[in-house]
T-cell receptor, first 115, second 115 residues
């Protein structure tokens, strides 16, 4: 069964540094998402992306965050200047559409640790 | 605002016992409801979904869930738990904003299974 793949599985970065989290969505999917889960807290929506533009973003997704689909397969989340509170598990998800019978498929996540 | 409540943070059951995980949602329209499972170090795997029609939905791994509109609930059940079911379980509601789905998750219920 096709999978969403995320790399790296664990990223350790110094505070203030830029970090790029990478995702390869399922190949025929058109809608892409990033979520995050701070340790011990619930999974939170960050951003959705369709047709090469952001379709919705949460209040968490401030100017430090950006997303990009640089080619036909990758979908990236960039944090420009990381803060301690950015430490979390980041999940990428994709779906073929937003219709009711097309749920989101998640990757295994990237654990981001900010020192 | 849409929200999902999972009242039980931790549940412990014996192997072979039945299981019910509770989920209550707040959503203005007919909700799209999901249960995901997260094993340690893994991503979120879809167990089952409800969009419309039969209020009792069957999922993978022997799980089922029942949508009860009058109670705003979508509880997950399994008649006989296996040790491999130990994981964290997340209930989510699909929020359609501007035509694009985002998932709003509950805080999760961590399931432990005693032999």
């Amino acid at each position: 069964e096709p999978e969403v793949t995320q790399t790296p599985s664990h990223q350790v970065t110094q505070m203030g540094q830029e970090v790029i989290l990478r995702c390869v969505p399922i190949s025929n999917h058109l809608y892409f998402y990033w979520y995050r889960q701070i340790l011990g807290q619930k999974v939170e929506f960050l951003v959705s992306f369709y047709n090469n533009e952001i379709s919705e973003k949460s209040e968490i997704f401030d100017d430090q965050f950006s997303v990009e689909r640089p080619d036909g397969s990758n979908f990236t989340l960039k944090i420009r200047s990381t803060k301690l509170e950015d430490s979390a598990m980041y999940f990428c998800a994709s779906s073929p559409g937003t219709a009711s019978n097309q749920p989101q498929h998640f990757g295994d996540g990237t654990r981001l640790s900010i020192l | 605002a849409q929200s999902v409540t999972q009242p039980d943070i931790h549940i412990t059951v014996s192997e072979g016992a039945s299981l019910e995980l509770r989920c209550n949602y707040s959503y203005g329209a007919t909700p799209y409801l999901f249960w995901y499972v997260q094993s340690p170090g893994q991503g979120l795997q879809l167990l089952l979904k409800y969009f419309s029609g039969d209020t009792l939905v069957q999922g993978i791994k022997g799980f089922e869930a029942e949508f009860k509109r009058s109670q705003s609930s979508f509880n997950l059940r399994k008649p006989s738990v296996h040790w491999s079911d130990a994981a964290e379980y997340f209930c989510a509601v699909g929020s359609r904003s501007g035509g694009y789905n985002k998932l709003i998750f509950g805080a999760g219920t961590r399931l432990a299974v005693h032999p």
